[in-house]
């Protein structure tokens, strides 16, 4: 019987010193895989020398190793489709480079997609030890929030690294959004999914790339990709507003004309102005989000460009 092949999809955004120590411990993994394995780096528009060393590493194992390179940083929403495109396996899995995705993993999620039959296995943190703890706080929040208003559930602590069967990367790879918020297109397109727990690993080398901030816009574009509450909620302080204003007119009006007794001072007049103008400008930034992003949609620009691939470097 022909072996199977496994293809493990890795984004690298800077990460020279990560990609070899990363590379030493998945050769370890794969002599315990029963599957031959082919791995797609991506190099997400580095600054640094990760382009030499995945060149050098296709040189040397020209067989197992392909590269692709982007033209500039498209994120590593676009690596992560760019790989699953790329990829020829009959599983795929995407992990990150910084070894904070345990490799030694791989050979159970394998054995429990062949032998119990699931369309993917996924895997959570436990824990989120050796992170500021303010960055815990928000994304619990950040987890909480969208499953309340979303459909699609997202998983707390779910990675990103996950093997998949052929069947279900082919379904992510229809989903061509330009917005791209992967945690929710893998749980979107269904299928059978196990999630495997382990506890958090701290990077190895190099460094972060998110801030805070990228973080927080992240979590936004997660809301904007995969829920219409934001939308809802602006009609219904639109209607709140107005069915308060209607009330405060009956009660204003009555007092007028029953007691005589004109409502004085500009206090309310401005607090009711100021509070009223907030809310349309939030409701209008709502819009204007969702807007936006119909607007990078409807562009239809392609989600990353190709510079080079290990087939140039031969
Ligand atoms: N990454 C990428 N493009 C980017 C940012 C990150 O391909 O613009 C890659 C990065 O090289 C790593 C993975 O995505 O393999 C996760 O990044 P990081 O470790 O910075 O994120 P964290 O683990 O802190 O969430
Ligand atoms: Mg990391």
């Known amino acids: 019987m022909k072996q199977e092949l496994i293809s493990i999809v890795v984004p690298c955004y800077n990460e020279e010193e990560m990609i070899p120590l990363f590379y030493k411990e998945m050769e370890v993994v794969r002599k315990l895989l029963s599957a031959e394995i082919e791995y797609i780096f991506i190099n997400d528009g580095s600054s640094d020398e990760t382009l030499s060393v995945l060149r050098e590493l296709s040189k040397i194992n020209n067989k197992r190793v392909r590269y692709i390179s982007f033209s ?18 009959d599983y795929v899995t995407v ?93 979107w397109v269904g299928f059978k999914t196990k999630y495997l727990e382990f506890k958090n690993q701290e990077r190895i080398a190099g460094e972060t790339t998110w801030s805070f901030w990228s973080l927080l816009k992240y979590s936004l574009d997660g809301i904007v990709s995969f829920s219409e509450a934001p939308l809802a909620f602006a009609s219904f302080v639109g209607i709140f507003s107005f069915i308060g204003a209607l009330l405060m007119a009956i009660v204003i009006m009555s007092r007028t004309i029953i007691f005589d007794n004109p409502t004085s001072g500009w206090t309310s007049l401005v607090v ?20 936006g992003k119909t607007f990078l949609e409807t562009k239809r620009r392609p989600i990353y460009i190709v510079k080079e691939t290990e087939k140039n470097n031969c």
């Not at 500039?72 to 396996?89: H, I, P, S, W």
């Not at 009711?272 to 807007?291: E, S």
């Open 72 to 89: 500039r940083n498209f994120g590593k929403e676009a690596a992560l489709y760019a790989g699953l495109r790329n990829a020829l396996g």
């Open 95 to 187: 992990m990150d480079v910084d070894l904070q995705d345990p490799p030694e993993l791989l050979p159970k999620m394998f054995h429990l997609i062949k032998e119990e039959n699931y369309d993917c296995i996924g895997t959570r943190r436990v824990n989120r030890d050796g992170e500021p703890p303010i960055r815990s706080f928000f994304a619990k929040r950040f987890y909480r929030i969208i499953n309340q208003i979303s459909e699609t559930e997202i998983v707390d602590g779910a990675r990103d690294y996950r093997l998949m069967t052929r069947q279900m990367v082919n379904a992510i790879l229809e989903v061509t959004e330009y917005n791209r918020f992967s945690k929710g297109i893998f749980s």
């Open 272 to 291: 009711l102005i100021l509070g009223l103008g907030g809310l349309q400008l939030l409701c209008l930034g709502i819009i204007g989000k969702y807007l």
